[in-house]
């Protein structure tokens, strides 16, 4: 179930949700080391939900393993899902992937991602949750 009202938290709230490493990446923009995410090498089968608000994200139909050291998807689970943002951060240029629904930081959107989109969604393990099941 989608939590509506994630938009309108304060940040005191949105600590009080969060566990640190959760607030960090979802809230502050931070990203976690390379392979160190627990969803990175899942092989379940379902859906990928934002970890602050719930919204339904990704599938693991589309997740693959770009060797990147982050979960990667080549689609969101539908349109809107995922917001995209100009991020000049780090002397780069990327595209920055936040939640719609809560506006937390997922990570970011690269053009080497395999077909039929070409497109590499490339997320932080912690700012995602696994649903298991169809």
């Known amino acids: 179930m989608n939590d509506d009202s994630a938009r309108d938290l304060s940040d005191a709230e949105w600590r009080d949700r969060l566990d640190p490493d959760r607030y960090m990446v979802l809230r502050q923009g931070a990203t976690e080391?390379?392979?160190s995410g627990e969803l990175l090498?899942?092989?379940a089968k379902g859906?990928?939900?934002c970890a602050g608000c719930r919204a339904e994200l990704f599938s693991s139909d589309t997740k693959y393993d770009s060797g990147s050291g982050w979960p990667s998807f080549y689609a969101p689970i539908a349109?809107?899902?995922v917001e995209e943002s100009l991020d000049t951060s780090h002397?780069?240029?990327r595209t920055e992937i936040s939640c719609a629904g809560c506006g937390g930081h997922l990570g970011h959107l690269?053009?080497?991602?395999?077909?039929?989109?070409?497109l590499r969604y490339c997320i932080n393990s912690l700012s995602l949750e696994?649903?298991?099941?169809?």
């Open 47 to 49: 859906r990928f939900v």
């Open 79 to 81: 349109d809107g899902r």
């Open 110 to 118: 690269f053009e080497d991602g395999p077909q039929p989109t070409g």
């Open 130 to 134: 696994m649903d298991e099941g169809d």
């Open 41 to 43: 090498g899942s092989k």
């Open 91 to 93: 002397g780069m240029v």
């Open 33 to 35: 080391p390379p392979f």
